[in-house]
């Protein structure tokens, strides 16, 4: 859950370079403290996207089979 924070400070995520101002909306990941927007860059690659169905609009199995 993001807050808005109160004091400046230094953004915990790696690939930031950005200093925390107070006003930035930040979360904390452990026990530190990023921009709302870095919390979400862990560094590691996403879960891979399945296609979805047109007909029924769920996400396709790994098969390839769904839920109509």
Do not use: N, W
Request: glycine share 10%; with cysteine.
């Amino acid at each position: 859950m993001s807050f808005v924070a109160q004091f400046g400070g230094r953004c915990a995520a790696p690939s930031c370079d950005r200093p925390i101002r107070s006003g930035d909306e930040v979360v904390y990941v452990d026990q530190d403290l990023v921009h709302d927007e870095c919390g979400l860059d862990t560094g590691l690659p996403g879960p891979a996207t399945r296609p979805i169905c047109p007909k029924c609009f769920t996400e396709m199995s790994v098969s390839g089979a769904c839920v109509c």
